[in-house]
């Protein structure tokens, strides 16, 4: 991998020969587990500004019409998080001379506050090609860590390294962005129902000023000419010039203003009363399961729904194929293709295949359901055929999630051949994730699509599917909660790792299906103290699993006021669902506490309120029920300060190793659930600086 240093370029084309999609990266760790990041892309003409306000993509405005650039969001890493953007080089407009890769962060929140803060970027295979190490960003709220440009024909990337401590809207706006960030944010209409499409809320408000007043960036930040620039030439990588007249007009309905507010996202409305007789009568499917008997039925039906509904959906297969290095194009999928392969052709169960400008990016997909594991030499033999036909990607398809750091299939990768083919895996429930995101939230192209999506949907969530996503816990699971009882497991039994890496597939999917419930993005939280190596990570949490007999997790749910923090006690056989939020800036104890029991009105009476105090001793509990009348009980005595307060829930947890209805793995799911449901989503958001919206 190249590293990069602050102001050094480098030609995509000398690193790689498949750089005409490629993935980049912003990763970061955090000590607290809370820090977060978005990043956004400007398009930039001759002039150094955009050309239009649809040049600025960022969390309201993620994908370009023509797929040029698509923000993929963030996902988990063994350090921390990182959000990604895909680009689609031969894609870009040649009117676009440079594209700016930036990040911001919210309110007060401060670039300085996160660990291991850089920028990498692969290619459309998946090979890490450049990265961009942060050492020292400063107490700023936006930063531009890098941009590609042209070169004649072809693209380099520079490292720019400059901050901002006006936010992401101060930055937008100094390349020539006209932001609309004075009216208050609109939430997004109700989801699909009644048959009508999604109605959801524009990421661009209509105008209520004339543009924004220009801001003088920070030209303290000033880097050397790249090494393909005149002689003695000081580049000020950021600085704006005037706005880019040259480029295509904007068109005529794009008479809104970008807005950095973020959205607020609503639950869909449901549907009308059914006009069934009784509940027996089952309403007509466009992908009937009733039929479906054998595994191999399974997977030829799962596969052929799939692909049919990605070919048909434009922004549903371009969200499953980005992330793997797909240009944004016309798609058709085929299923039972017949391929040689030695003295016997091999029948992938499906291929993927996009044109764009002539030119093709195909992928064979690999399909198992109904928690059948992938074989390797079967996987193996589909590698070997792509590199020897020429094709970009093998996909495989599970109701597996696989682990950082540990693959699901163990494949030999032939280094002689020039050809490169990448291996990715999906998991069953993210594509069903994906599928409610773009139904439930952000709305698809026309009503058709909604219903095709809400079809797959309802597929993939039958039990005849066998499309369950991750539903075993291992045959490990018994045998360890059993040592557990009897005090026999010891520290360094490899079944206690096991049932580990179990526990960090199901949070990842409890982060996917509620995720896709709310609408926004729910990431397990990777504390920066833990260390940077996955399988150390595991094997620390084993440790603690031998000792302690838990399991513990913590998720972050965008905008909500802390981290959402899941423990199984395999000894007394208890789930503790549980957040901390922070006390008021401002007011008086009692009026705190009346008003967080307010909010609390639909919660559980069971729910489990302590304060949090300043001092070891911790302050005084009780349940809501209790505190309801006489909420002054919470006030601690002596004048402790408040800091804050928990609030938590018991739930008895499954104890069979799989997803029935008194398995642990349904347990889990009901758990953060209901917690989330009854109580995370009445929290006041983080108060931010006066005046300003939390999520903003």
Known sequence: MHEMVKGANVALASLSE??????????????????????????????????????????????????????????PTGEGSEDRIVFDLTAVQPGVERIVVAASRYGEARFDELDGLRVKLADAAGEDLLRFAIDDPGSVSAFIFGELYRRQEDWKFRAVGQGYDTGLAALATDFGVDIDDDAPAQGSGEGLGDGEDAQLAAAFETPTADACAEREPDRSAETPAPADEAPGQTVLAAIPAQRDSGGPPAPAARARRPRTAKKKVTLPRKGKKTLAESDSWNEARLFPVSAVKSDRDREMRATSVLLSVMSQVPEFGRRLTAAFGAPAGRMETFTEVALPHGDSPRRPDGVIRVERAGKLWTALVETKTNGNPLKSEQVQAYMDIAARRGYEAVITLSNDVVLEGSPLVDVRIDKRRKHKVALWHLSWAEVAHQAQMLIRHEGVGNSAHAWLLQELLHYLQHDNSGCHGFQNMGAAWVPVRNGIDDETLCRGDARALEVVESWERLIRQVCLGLGGELGQKVLPVRRAKRGSDPGRRRALMADQLCLEGRLQAELRIDGTPGVLTLGADLRTGKLRTSIEIPAPAEGYPLTWVKRLIRKLADAPADLHIETLTDTETGGPRGTLERLRPEPGDLIPKGGAQITGFRLSLLKSMGSSRGNAESGFIRSVDDAVHRFCSTVVLHLDRPVTRKGEPATA
Do not use: C, H, I, M
């Open 18 to 75: 498949n750089t005409g999609s490629v993935l980049v990266s912003l990763e970061w760790a955090s000590q607290s587990g809370e820090g977060d990041a978005d990043v956004s892309v400007l398009l930039l003409g001759e002039s150094g500004r955009v050309r239009t306000d649809g040049d600025f993509y960022f969390y309201n405005n993620p994908v370009a019409a023509d797929g040029s650039v698509e923000l993929l969001g963030k996902k």
